[in-house]
């Protein structure tokens, strides 16, 4: 956390002011000293100053050579997907993102990409889909929602040999807590709509990437395609990572407080967070995490959807809402809302059972978290009733 918050501390201060904030510069265009002479700029599409402090933040931020930021988490989804060709293969984790999925599944199946889904949580399983066809494997670790933890550097050693690129969308860790690229990923992706711009107020999405050679292509697509993240947006979340290492010391202390709570509850089947000794995935965790997330999911000994609303009724300061990663706590149901696009049968293969619940913790106070999430069982209908623990 203290390597975070010194490459924090070298934001540029603006040289023709002395402005602490980083500018923002709304402008779509740069007058040139002549035609190809610049100071850098010459179309807010292809570069702009406030982005570009971004773009370098988060390349610093993940130890990488090349960051880039774009109009949401799906448009650095799309521009990394562009470097596939018609017969190329993917294999990701199988209780991927909903967004993730839609966009592999009714974008680029029909253009000749497949896509296996494996359960990543042990390397192994990735071997028997493994092919020279293989040109991405796609990891989320911990993964949206049953976080399960993928075991980066083994990942990566089959990837490399099979001449594969490894992608990990670090939106849940951050880099506060994960550096993918030190642990052999190709390509790090974030939802900055997420963690990093924290505040529920910007929908945007990072790149950052080892080796030059393959920043370069991307920031070709991202150019060509247009799916830029604007100066407005590049400032908040600039501003929101100013304070991300404060913002995940306490949603990891609320999430480990509530999990615990969680896990001690008679009405509670499954808890899934992987700061839980019990977790599957605990010990590749500690490994390769500084802390566990902000991110708790959980299943109702009532497995039905019923139950689960039943639960996302009473809740206070838990909000019911899409996203997740921000200041104020959320609560969600993937099934009907974020990975509603997966059939219902492939969900359930993967974990997301109906009445899992998917839990944001916010940087409230860990005990206002607790007593709404133990007031809101208590008043759960369709479950039988039970004491409390």
Same mark, same amino acid.
């Given at each position: 956390?203290?390597?975070? *918050?010194?490459?924090? !501390?070298? &934001?540029?201060?603006?040289?023709?002011?002395?402005?602490?904030?980083?500018?923002?510069? /709304? *402008?779509?265009?740069?007058?040139?000293?002549?035609?190809?002479?610049?100071?850098?700029?010459?179309?807010?599409?292809?570069?702009?100053? *406030? +982005?570009?402090?971004?773009?370098?933040?988060?390349? !610093? =931020?993940?130890?990488?050579?090349?960051?880039?930021?774009? %109009?949401?988490?799906?448009?650095?989804?799309?521009?990394?997907?562009?470097? #596939?060709?018609?017969?190329?293969?993917?294999?990701?984790?199988?209780?991927?993102?909903?967004?993730?999925?839609?966009?592999?599944?009714?974008?680029?199946?029909?253009?000749?990409?497949?896509?296996?889904?494996?359960?990543?949580?042990?390397?192994?399983?990735?071997?028997?889909?493994?092919?020279?066809?293989?040109?991405?494997?796609?990891?989320?670790?911990?993964?949206?929602? *049953? =976080? $399960?933890?993928?075991?980066?550097?083994?990942?990566?050693?089959?990837?490399?040999?099979?001449?594969?690129?490894?992608?990990?969308?670090?939106?849940?860790?951050?880099?506060?807590? !994960?550096?993918?690229?030190? &642990?052999? %990923?190709?390509?790090?992706?974030?939802?900055?709509?997420?963690?990093?711009?924290?505040?529920?107020?910007?929908?945007?999405?990072?790149?950052?990437?080892?080796?030059?050679?393959?920043?370069? $292509?991307?920031?070709?697509? !991202?150019?060509?395609?247009?799916?830029?993240?604007?100066?407005?947006?590049?400032? #908040?979340?600039?501003?929101?990572?100013?304070?991300?290492?404060?913002?995940?010391?306490?949603?990891? +202390?609320?999430?480990?407080?509530?999990?615990?709570?969680?896990?001690?509850?008679?009405?509670?089947?499954?808890?899934?967070?992987?700061? #839980?000794?019990?977790?599957?995935?605990?010990?590749?965790?500690? +490994?390769?995490?500084?802390?566990?997330?902000?991110?708790?999911?959980?299943?109702?000994?009532?497995?039905?959807?019923?139950?689960?609303?039943?639960? =996302?009724?009473?809740?206070?300061?838990? $909000?019911?809402?899409?996203?997740?990663?921000?200041?104020?706590?959320?609560?969600?149901?993937? %099934?009907?809302?974020?990975?509603?696009?997966?059939?219902?049968?492939?969900?359930?293969?993967?974990?997301?059972?109906?009445?899992?619940?998917?839990?944001?913790?916010?940087?409230? %106070?860990? /005990?206002? =978290?607790?007593?709404?999430?133990?007031?809101?069982?208590?008043?759960?209908?369709?479950?039988?009733?039970?004491?409390? #623990?």
């Amino acid at each position: 956390m203290q390597e975070i *918050t010194k490459i924090i !501390q070298q &934001l540029p201060i603006d040289p023709l002011t002395g402005a602490i904030s980083v500018p923002i510069y /709304q *402008t779509s265009t740069f007058v040139q000293e002549a035609p190809g002479v610049h100071k850098g700029f010459d179309y807010a599409r292809s570069n702009n100053p *406030t +982005r570009l402090v971004l773009e370098n933040l988060i390349a !610093q =931020l993940e130890n990488g050579s090349k960051g880039l930021a774009f %109009a949401s988490g799906l448009a650095a989804i799309d521009c990394v997907l562009k470097l #596939l060709q018609s017969g190329d293969e993917i294999i990701a984790v199988d209780d991927i993102y909903g967004g993730s999925y839609r966009l592999f599944t009714h974008v680029y199946e029909k253009f000749g990409v497949k896509v296996h889904y494996v359960d990543a949580s042990s390397p192994d399983n990735i071997l028997p889909v493994l092919s020279a066809k293989t040109k991405l494997i796609w990891l989320e670790t911990p993964t949206n929602p *049953t =976080l $399960k933890i993928a075991d980066i550097s083994a990942i990566g050693r089959y990837a490399h040999a099979a001449g594969a690129l490894v992608v990990v969308d670090n939106t849940f860790a951050s880099p506060v807590l !994960q550096k993918p690229l030190e &642990l052999g %990923a190709d390509i790090v992706l974030h939802s900055a709509t997420k963690y990093l711009a924290g505040h529920s107020d910007v929908i945007g999405g990072l790149l950052a990437v080892k080796d030059d050679e393959l920043g370069l $292509k991307l920031k070709f697509f !991202q150019n060509a395609c247009g799916n830029i993240l604007g100066p407005w947006d590049s400032w #908040l979340t600039i501003r929101g990572i100013e304070t991300l290492p404060l913002r995940m010391e306490a949603h990891c +202390r609320n999430a480990r407080l509530v999990a615990q709570t969680l896990a001690e509850h008679t009405l509670v089947d499954q808890v899934y967070y992987p700061g #839980l000794p019990q977790h599957p995935g605990h010990d590749v965790a500690a +490994r390769q995490q500084t802390d566990f997330g902000g991110m708790v999911s959980f299943t109702l000994k009532e497995n039905t959807e019923e139950a689960a609303l039943s639960f =996302l009724a009473q809740t206070r300061f838990f $909000k019911l809402a899409e996203s997740l990663g921000g200041v104020k706590s959320l609560v969600a149901h993937p %099934a009907s809302m974020t990975h509603k696009s997966i059939p219902r049968e492939k969900r359930l293969q993967a974990g997301v059972q109906d009445s899992l619940i998917r839990l944001s913790c916010g940087i409230e %106070a860990a /005990q206002d =978290l607790q007593a709404d999430i133990l007031k809101s069982l208590s008043q759960t209908t369709h479950c039988p009733t039970s004491p409390i #623990l």
